[in-house]
């Protein structure tokens, strides 16, 4: 049996998120009003999981998952609205150690729970398993990103930085070198929160993410990426051309595709394709990748998430002369996706979190500049 501590502030989106587990079998569960009261059922029932509303009076979701992470770890799953909102504040509970969120497909009150059924259930299932990140106040790495941004020097001079390579290549060129394509899902936020801001603003390849994500999220997830990143981040939300040192972060609620377009390789979103489970879909990515791109210029990146999506199209990315990265276990927050790589032969090389970026630095040659 699953302990799970259901925390909304109201009684009926408790009753329904609570029928919810109940029909499962498998959850012994407890209900909470509010951040003050989920706090205190952290300490006496000793949950295996939390799912946590964001808004809510007393105490909020926020504050409340700061105490949690700081008293007694446990994998929360957020449940916030379907918002511009919503989607920032939880960007700062991933950031706080959440290892997930379910969006409410109804906004505050949802009544279509339904909808998101056994998204609910894959999702807490699988943060019973998973590893609760540690808070950024106990961490004793290099700075965080949000540090990072918080300081006006470094951000102007990256900033500039950027500005001296548009006017050196004068207009946007389509890459030749290389590419890296990464795929990520449970946990994903805060991973690549981590490891983007890691490559400088003159790295030579272009990067394409699929993040698991609802539509209304990934533009202010760009947007977030994009100021704690020195290479700019974009949402690919209409036809792009590929560019060097530029991010391309999937759209939410579709696929990201590569084509090319009189020649020029270009990316843009599709809707869903129905084939593929997850979306935006690494496999599809990654397929369609091969399919415009020498693999010998392909680097795939496999982080943190469930499932096994892009196992195969990486796997053929590697067997076709281009390189891998596998998130180790140690640092991945579900060792689901990188897993299936590994278990495929797909993984040129297995590395922690914090030396993904390293591993990418090394093998475009880009080192470090004054």
Request: glycine residues 8%; neutral net charge.
């Amino acid at each position: 049996m699953i302990k799970l501590l259901i925390v909304d502030d109201s009684a009926l989106m408790r009753r329904q998120l609570a029928s919810v587990f109940e029909e499962a079998g498998d959850f012994e569960i407890l209900l909470a009003r509010n951040g003050l009261d989920a706090v205190e059922q952290n300490r006496q029932f000793k949950p295996d999981v939390v799912t946590l509303d964001i808004n809510m009076p007393e105490m909020d979701g926020i504050t409340a998952l700061s105490l949690i992470m700081a008293e007694r770890p446990v994998p929360v799953i957020m449940v916030s609205s379907l918002t511009e909102k919503g989607a920032l504040a939880t960007f700062e509970s991933m950031n706080l150690g959440a290892v997930d969120y379910v969006a409410k497909p109804g906004g505050t009150i949802s009544l279509t729970l339904d909808q998101v059924r056994d998204e609910l259930l894959t999702k807490v299932r699988a943060a019973a398993r998973a590893k609760v990140p540690a808070s950024r106040s106990s961490q004793s790495v290099a700075p965080a990103p949000a540090e990072r941004q918080a300081k006006p020097g470094l951000r102007q001079r990256m900033q500039e930085e950027r500005e001296a390579l548009m006017r050196a290549s004068n207009v946007a060129k389509p890459v030749g070198e290389g590419l890296v394509i990464i795929g990520v899902s449970t946990g994903g936020p805060r991973a690549l929160e981590k490891m983007l801001p890691l490559l400088p603003a003159h790295f030579p390849w272009p990067v394409l993410i699929s993040q698991h994500m609802p539509g209304t999220f990934t533009a202010p997830f760009a947007a977030r990426l994009n100021g704690l990143c020195p290479l700019e981040v974009v949402e690919a939300s209409k036809p792009m051309t590929v560019e060097k040192g530029k991010v391309y972060i999937g759209k939410g609620g579709a696929d990201m595709v590569l084509a090319r377009r009189a020649g020029v390789l270009t990316v843009l979103p599709r809707p869903e394709n129905g084939q593929f489970l997850w979306h935006p879909s690494v496999e599809l990515m990654a397929r369609t990748a091969l399919e415009h791109v020498p693999a010998q210029q392909i680097v795939g990146v496999m982080l943190t998430g469930m499932g096994n999506d892009g196992a195969d199209g990486f796997t053929a990315i590697k067997n076709a002369g281009g390189r891998t990265i596998a998130e180790s276990e140690e640092t991945a927050v579900v060792f689901g996706m990188p897993a299936v790589l590994i278990q495929r032969g797909g993984a040129t090389v297995v590395r922690p979190l914090d030396e993904v970026a390293a591993q990418l630095n090394e093998w475009a040659q880009c080192g470090a500049k004054e």
